[in-house]
């Protein structure tokens, strides 16, 4: 459903290679605190779109979608 849409998202955009070439500029910029920083948020922006595109692209209420989230979380602890 909107998870499983959310997660199909993150292939589609390809934010693992994305993800990849992060962590690699964050390892040989180690040294660098605005790294760490753009690091942050690019994967804020990351989950934002994801989570954007699946309650649009599956057109559940942005109430339901939240509380889905929270209960996968919840299952994870």
Known sequence: SHIMAHELIHVRDKDSVWKVLELLVRRILFFNPLVYILAQRHLLAIEMAADEGAVTGTQVSVN??????????????
Do not use: A, P
């Open 64 to 77: 339901d979608y939240i509380q889905t989230l929270i209960e996968v979380v919840s299952l994870h602890r």
